[in-house]
């Protein structure tokens, strides 16, 4: 039962005399026999669907209708322009729920929050180095003064710039500085709502320490809260090992949900702990035995890329029995570091001329790379490179000169291991574990961990003093103090992003589904017509029963028709339905459904408030 010690004090009175009123007259309409009126200057303990806007109705669903259409249609956000969205009343509690147990966890790893400019300077970025690497994808504009700015994708720089400035003293170390905020990317096809968007909202971690012992013990604490966030949620989160890519740095991991939706290809073990994003993973191959004996070229494909400079051309040679499909264009940059994996169809550069403003001009020093699979074998190598006929080399139709064309042989890795081109198929061996198969599964990144080291302390002159004795790459123990840049780390969370992965993960035929951490409401109490007072008190009891938990409770409090509300809350996808129906008018039972669960029982007012945190629990 509540305990009334837990309850407002002025609500004492009404809620005791409902429980008093349900005891007795169990069969009775309750609140009609009662005249029980809540006085009107009472704040509610539960919010009113009434005082609540959700606009839902008015979109018909469609076939095959995604998540983030449900979104939409459950009125949670709406599209205000290309890959441009507006927040509304449910998806911002959903948001501030995910903000919420972020705060929880970085206030565990002693982390201080911050609030960061959406605006940053060019010359700033351009001390890192990092302007032309991204390219068309930064947000630029300039004030009236012409002095170029840009809206951040991520605030590295900007961090780096407040803290060296701030902190010069090894004693103000290890720092932990965090915000959340929007970023913004232009991204070329934003697709899939909040998932890949112009604007969006993430959480940043930045920390600093003097030492890089420190800064990797900082890096394992912020893994271990991060695992404790998403275990929180209940969902099938996958870490794997990830490379860094434009932020820098050489140790990172990625946090990945599951979903056919997903961008990304995250490659795991099923019989040991390995799990790698397709860019690191690699596999345990087959011993080579089949080999092309007789040197018969016309028993591979070639697959065709070109540089980001167009200064080099890529033959990619690989068995007849895959497809261009099957390429694998991470093997193919451990290679050449600046392949353009961005093109569709590479071989209108194969051209020793190029246009600009509509004249061709001529080009020079071109280089051509042969990388050959390990399973063509090496008299398949040979014969190739015993073969230099320009049908064979380059592509129909192009007017490369191969005698002024410097051409090169790959058969191995930098390592010199056998060379694989080929994609990760579900299947192949582990190379962690002797008996371990590895799966393949799409997934969207949910967070990102770096450990930075000096990649932008050092440009940007974040330095401490620190006693010589402390620092690892010195023998020194004499006290005397140098000086050295910071070790940093960043740790993201996609937070608008958490929103349209989860809608995925758990949306069904009839609507979305949350688990308890971020959902809008816990639950929702639904009176059917003519039962709207009983709803008011069955609200009231349950949102003053929780104890030092109370529950976050939605009454839907419109005069529609009970399917109808039903329906809808379906579609938001609360966790928990309290149905007063039929069942409440004869026999004070109350309809509870959980749909995740697949679970509906008729439970007593009383033996309410536990029943629907068992439910929650599991949520």
Not at 58 to 65: F, H, V
Not at 208 to 222: M, N
Not at 496 to 524: C, M, Q, T, Y
Not at 597 to 618: A, C, G, T
Request: overall charge negative.
């Amino acid at each position: 039962m509540m305990l009334l010690s837990r309850t407002p004090r002025r609500k004492h009175a009404f809620v005791l005399q409902c429980l008093r009123v349900y005891a007795t007259r169990p069969s009775s309409n309750l609140a009609s026999s009662t005249n029980i009126s809540p006085e009107s200057h009472i704040q509610d303990s539960f919010t009113r669907r009434s005082n609540f806007w959700i606009p839902t109705g008015g979109i018909t669903a469609t076939e095959n209708e995604d998540a983030h259409a449900k979104l939409i249609r459950a009125g949670y956000l709406r599209q205000s322009h290309a890959g441009i969205f507006h927040m509304l009343p449910l998806g911002q509690k959903v948001q501030e729920k995910i903000e919420k147990l972020i705060d929880k966890y970085m206030s565990q790893l002693g982390a201080s929050k911050v609030s960061l400019s959406s605006i940053s300077s060019e010359a700033l970025w351009q001390q890192t180095n990092r302007l032309e690497g991204y390219g068309p994808e930064l947000f630029r504009l300039a004030d009236r003064k012409d002095v170029p700015l840009l809206l951040a994708p991520t605030h590295e720089e900007e961090i780096t710039t407040l803290v060296s400035k701030t902190i010069k003293s090894y004693k103000s170390l290890p720092l932990r500085l965090y915000q959340i905020g929007r970023k913004y990317r232009d991204e070329m096809r934003p697709r899939q709502g909040v998932l890949r968007s112009r604007e969006f909202v993430m959480k940043d971690l930045y920390t600093f320490d003097y030492s890089t012992q420190s800064a990797l013990e900082t890096y394992g604490e912020v893994r271990e809260a991060y695992s404790r966030l998403f275990d929180e949620l209940k969902l099938p989160y996958l870490v794997a090992e990830a490379s860094s890519g434009d932020i820098g740095g050489d140790l990172s991991h990625e946090y990945h949900l599951p979903s056919p939706i997903g961008e990304d290809n995250v490659i795991s073990c099923n019989d040991c702990s390995y799990v790698a994003n397709e860019e690191l993973a690699f596999a345990r191959l087959d011993p080579l035995e089949d080999a092309t004996s007789d040197r018969d070229i016309t028993a591979a494909k070639v697959w065709r890329g070109v540089s980001q400079d167009r200064s080099t051309f890529v033959n990619v040679w690989y068995p007849a029995s895959f497809s261009d499909g099957d390429i694998n264009t991470y093997a193919i940059k451990s290679v050449l570091p600046g392949l353009d994996s961005s093109l569709n169809d590479s071989i209108p550069f194969w051209s020793s001329t190029t246009k600009s403003k509509g004249l061709a001009a001529p080009r020079r020093n071109f280089r051509l790379l042969n990388i050959i699979d390990y399973r063509l074998g090496t008299p398949f190598a040979s014969a190739l490179q015993t073969n230099r006929s320009p049908e064979l080399l380059l592509p129909k139709d192009s007017d490369l000169d191969l005698s002024t064309t410097t051409t090169e042989y790959i058969t191995s890795t930098a390592d010199e291991d056998h060379l694989n081109v080929l994609k990760i198929r579900d299947g192949d061996h582990c190379p962690r574990c002797k008996s371990g198969k590895l799966r393949v599964q799409k997934a969207i990144e949910l967070g990102h961990t770096f450990h930075l080291g000096t990649r932008y302390s050092d440009p940007l002159e974040a330095r401490v003093q620190v006693p010589s004795n402390l620092i690892e790459t010195t023998a020194n123990s004499t006290g005397e103090m140098a000086t050295v840049s910071m070790q940093m780390g960043c740790h993201g969370i996609g937070v608008s992003r958490i929103i349209g992965a989860v809608a995925s993960h758990l949306a069904d035929e009839k609507g979305l589904n949350w688990p308890r951490a971020i959902a809008p409401f816990e639950a929702v109490v639904i009176p059917g017509r003519g039962l709207e007072e009983d709803g008011v008190i069955v609200s009231e009891y349950l949102a003053n029963s929780q104890g030092h938990r109370p529950l976050d409770l939605l009454l839907d409090d419109r005069s529609t028709s009970l399917p109808w509300k039903m329906g809808d809350a379906d579609l938001v996808g609360y966790p928990v339905l309290v149905i007063l129906g039929k069942g409440w008018s004869s026999d004070r039972l109350c309809e509870v459904q959980c749909r995740r669960l697949s679970s509906v029982s008729h439970v007593r007012l009383e033996d309410l408030p536990i029943y629907i945190n068992q439910l929650l629990s599991q949520l």
